[in-house]
């Protein structure tokens, strides 16, 4: 049986980006947090793995990487930001070349997010698309997808995250828990 690595972007002291209130960090702990009772709710035999909110990014991955194998799925949560009020949406980054099981994955994420939240669905996009090019939590041996629940920066998509995030963090659940097997 896989593993599932639940992980929230940021850490205590990175904050990550901030708007309409919220700062992204509190939010990605929120939502990873959710997730996690909910998988634990609904198959308390699943195996999860949840990031420590003191280590850094570099951290993270090193442990990951010394435990995760190519039967475990790794999902990393993260909000997006944009100057631009407007910009709107989830979106999910898989690494440039992703094996098919990290690209459906996404895929069945992002569409169930965006549906939930009712923001458009950005898609599942490489990581070459993002602001950094190359996102190393994508590199373990895990099936990995990062996603940006929605824009921090828009007033609606963070509403509508309020009023129906619990029901994403449930899809979400469900999703991993049947991946895993
Ligand atoms: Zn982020």
């Not at 690595?5 to 990605?28: C, M, R, V």
Request: glycine share 8%; aromatic share 6%.
């Amino acid at each position: 049986m896989g593993v599932i690595f639940l992980i929230a972007g940021h850490h205590l002291k990175d904050p990550g980006a901030s708007g309409n209130g919220y700062q992204e960090n509190k939010l990605t702990i929120e939502m990873r947090d959710l997730i996690a009772t909910r998988i634990r709710q609904l198959s308390p035999g699943t195996i999860l793995w949840i990031d420590d909110d003191r280590d850094t990014l570099t951290q993270v991955i090193a442990k990951v990487n010394a435990v995760a194998t190519a039967d475990d799925y790794l999902l990393d949560v993260h909000f997006d930001a944009a100057a631009s009020p407007k910009a709107s949406g989830a979106t999910v980054f898989v690494a440039d070349g992703a094996r098919d099981k990290s690209k459906s994955f996404g895929k069945d994420i992002v569409e169930f997010v965006s549906t939930i939240l009712r923001i458009p669905n950005r898609g599942v996009r490489s990581e070459v698309l993002s602001n950094r090019k190359r996102l190393g939590i994508l590199h373990t041996k895990a099936s990995s997808a990062l996603l940006e629940v929605g824009f921090i920066s828009n007033p609606t998509d963070m509403a509508n995250h309020e009023d129906w995030k619990h029901w994403a963090a449930d899809e979400i659940a469900r999703i991993c828990i049947a991946r895993v097997g």
